[in-house]
């Protein structure tokens, strides 16, 4: 039923809207709803009867939005109502607990919360011993706990704010002495909530709270709320002008486009995540399970002298274990997310059955973890541990879930991770300087917006309620395409980064999209762009599309080598072998002795019959190239189409004696033979062409492909069907 009052209402069909709200208040069983749906269809009726009866009124169409904007709003309401009255989980639960026992007012915790701050302080002040002043600032922060929490889960709860919820919570962010975590929390509940529901008061707090806080994990994580709710309530934000206008300002200020720009490029790599799980999964962690012969007897990794005395494929197994390392190490320098599957085992804690602990900036002093500082001192300094817990690689979610898993290590077993990195120790010396470069930048902006998506990657993913939300990492979260961020992202510079980031990911459908459409097509393309747009189509297989793109970038940039190539590939896609021809012709003027493009060309020259010329080429590239299989298959082809069969034989024979054998050498050897009317000999090699094949009918289509060329050495249709048969 909501669905179709949201319909109703895009369409603005008003009226039937409201007498289908009336039902679902009904079922929602909430008589404050039901009478603010009756007020509302009150106003609509006289606002339709005066014009009925053509009375003029200035007012009217902003009297219509506002009622079009409050039927939103209530549908909002009353759906929300209505599945917390009758679901289940964890939503449901604190919304009946928030029945039985109402939930302290945002200006309640906003004292509380100022308190904390000043209590911390005096307990820091006071004389007493260790032991006490340790155990009142646990009770402390045991109770800031509480209110923090809460704070989060009344946001979350709440469907829309009133003016007194919007100006409590306006003290919040505006208290000097509120703590800038707990506005962090808060501000992550905040984008929790309007993702789901549009609220323009929980929007215009996201908006000045970019706008005037200080402290940057403030301020980045409302810049994310700011654009996942404009990507996810776009259609809600076109009925509110003013805060449109309020986001278009906020491209006056540079560091918000450059913020955006990088936030985009976060965001795409949460797209690599499943990539990353899926090749540590499959790949590396499999190829890591070294055998026991590749062990010598001290049990040393492997004793590199005797590898090819044993086995080398080993050594190609740990380059490929390498290799793999390395990529994604270099996708962790992006920002890539290489550590969901190292933690994911640890978010079972209670600690993680909270939603707003999986939020929380990372504090040694929270409750659930403050022992594992307090009990262990060695653990200050620059143990690796210490700078585990500084360091910018790891997201706060996973900082947590690290210690929790510590906290009840045996004492022994801890030291291994809380030892001074001494010389003795030269590995964690080594590590600990790594990651003690890492945290010079810290409180970067990037730095922060990474964790924190890593961290909103992990609830959506991992959190035990998962199901009662709508995964957004599900989605292309491509920001660009929004309308409302349009001001704050469309400048070239700024596209032009996104798509190239797409391009280089392979992403073409989208990075095409903004080549072509937002670049190229708008006067703001260069060369380079051309030449990626038609990159894009070749590899979408719009060939045609991609000509014309890659004629744009030889216009600016004209001559150069790979856009020829690139153009003769497309003609070669659509059998245009002559055009395909007059561009590798020029290539070759610039690159006389490229084996590639002398093959290339012979090929088309091929491909127009003109198998003299094509020959030269080919024998060329045999004399010159050090493998030259590929040279002598195309010259055994040119002399079989030419009726020179004994040349033909003599060429496919030589490659039927190397290392590799493919497939099409058996059988192009078969329609020589064929042609020679040597019907064993030919059956002969066919068999073997079989043999290389998955099935009967997979070799059946291969050599029906050769249909017209056999039928052009006078080989008879018949003769042609018989040949199958006869194997």
């Known amino acids: 039923m909501y669905n179709d009052i949201i319909e109703f209402l895009d369409n603005k069909r008003l009226k039937e809207a409201l007498v289908q709200l009336t039902a679902l208040a009904h079922e929602a069983d909430n008589w404050q709803l039901s009478s603010e749906i009756e007020s509302l269809q009150t106003t609509y009726s006289y606002m339709l009867q005066y014009a009925a009866q053509g009375m003029e009124d200035p007012e009217r169409n902003k009297l219509y939005h506002q009622l079009l904007r409050t039927a939103y709003e209530l549908a909002d309401r009353t759906e929300a109502t209505r599945k917390y009255r009758t679901g289940t989980g964890y939503m449901h639960g604190k919304y009946y607990s928030f029945q039985q026992i109402p939930p302290h007012s945002y200006q309640e915790i906003c004292l509380s919360l100022e308190a904390f701050s000043e209590n911390l302080g005096m307990a820091q002040i006071t004389v007493m011993d260790e032991e006490r002043r340790s155990e009142t600032v646990n009770k402390l922060y045991i109770e800031h706990e509480k209110y923090v929490t809460e704070l989060f889960d009344i946001i979350w709860i709440s469907t829309h704010w009133t003016d007194e919820d919007l100006s409590g919570a306006n003290s919040i962010l505006e208290s000097l002495l509120v703590p800038a975590n707990d506005v962090a929390v808060m501000i992550s509940a905040v984008t929790l909530s309007l993702i789901q529901v549009f609220d323009s008061r929980k929007f215009q707090f996201l908006i000045k709270a970019y706008q005037t806080h200080s402290e940057t994990i403030v301020v980045q994580r409302a810049l994310i709320g700011i654009a996942l709710t404009a990507y ?75 590898l090819e005395d044993k086995n080398p494929e080993w050594e190609k197994e740990m380059k490929r274990v390498e290799e793999s390392i390395r990529e994604l190490g270099e996708l962790q320098l992006e920002g890539a997310d290489t550590y969901l599957s190292a933690f994911a085992q640890l978010k079972s804690y209670p600690f993680f059955r909270q939603a707003a602990h999986w939020f929380y900036p990372f504090d040694r002093q929270h409750p659930d973890i403050v022992k594992l500082f307090t009990n262990h001192k060695s653990t200050e300094g620059k143990s690796l541990i210490n700078l585990l817990m500084e360091s910018t690689m790891f997201c706060n979610s996973d900082k947590y879930s690290f210690c929790l898993a510590l906290k009840d290590i045996p004492k022994q077993q801890l030291e291994m991770f809380t030892a001074e990195a001494t010389e003795q120790n ?150 245009h072998y002559q055009e395909a021809l007059d561009c590798l012709y020029k290539v070759e003027t ?49 002399y079989f189409m030419t009726g020179k069969y004994a040349e ?45 094949c998955q099935s009967h009918d997979e070799f059946i289509q291969l050599y029906l492909a050769d249909k017209e060329a056999l039928l052009q050495q006078g080989i008879s249709e018949n003769n042609i069907y018989l040949v199958p048969d006869m194997l």
Not at 260 to 289: C, D, F, G, H, V
Not at 554 to 575: F, G, N, R, Y
Not at 608 to 626: G, I, N, P, Q, R
Request: aromatic letters at 10%.
């Open 232 to 306: 996810y309530q776009e259609k809600r934000l076109k009925l509110y002008p003013d805060l449109q206008a309020a986001l278009s300002l906020l491209s006056d200020s540079t560091p918000i486009i450059k913020e955006l720009n990088k936030l985009q490029t976060l965001l795409l790599l949460s797209r690599e995540t499943e990539k990353i799980e899926k090749k540590l999964r499959e790949e590396i962690i499999p190829n890591m399970k070294i055998s026991p012969e590749m062990l010598n007897q001290n049990q040393k990794i492997i004793d590199l002298e005797d």
């Open 426 to 575: 030269q590995i964690l010396k080594e590590g600990s300087e790594q990651f003690a470069e890492t945290i010079k930048g810290e409180k970067k902006p990037s730095n922060i917006s990474r964790q924190y998506i890593h961290d909103l990657y992990r609830f959506f993913k991992l959190w035990m309620y998962r199901s009662e939300m709508h995964d957004i990492f599900t989605d292309d979260l491509s920001l660009w395409k929004c309308e409302a961020l349009k001001p704050l992202m469309h400048t070239p510079e700024n596209l032009k980064q996104i798509a190239d980031y797409l391009f280089s990911k392979d992403y073409f459908q989208e990075a095409c999209t903004i080549y072509y459409d937002e670049l190229c097509n708008k006067g703001k393309g260069d060369a380079d762009s051309w030449q990626k747009a038609g990159f894009c189509l070749q590899k979408m297989k719009k060939y045609t599309e991609a000509l014309q793109a890659y004629a744009q970038a030889d216009l600016l940039k004209p001559e150069h080598i790979w856009t020829l190539k690139q153009m003769a590939q497309c003609h070669k896609k659509l059998h």
């Open 590 to 638: 610039m690159q006389p002795d490229n084996l590639n493009l002398l093959l290339q060309i012979g090929q088309c020259l091929a491909s127009l019959h003109m198998y003299d010329k094509a020959l030269s080429y080919f024998f060329k590239v045999e004399y010159m190239e050090t493998a030259p299989a590929n040279a002598q298959r195309a010259i055994g082809w040119c």
């Open 648 to 692: 033909a034989a003599r060429f496919f024979d030589k490659l039927q004696q190397a290392d590799e054998v493919l497939t099409s050498d058996w059988l192009n050897a078969g329609h020589v033979y064929l042609a020679q009317n040597n019907i064993p000999k030919a059956l002969e090699c066919y068999r073997q062409a079989e043999n290389h």
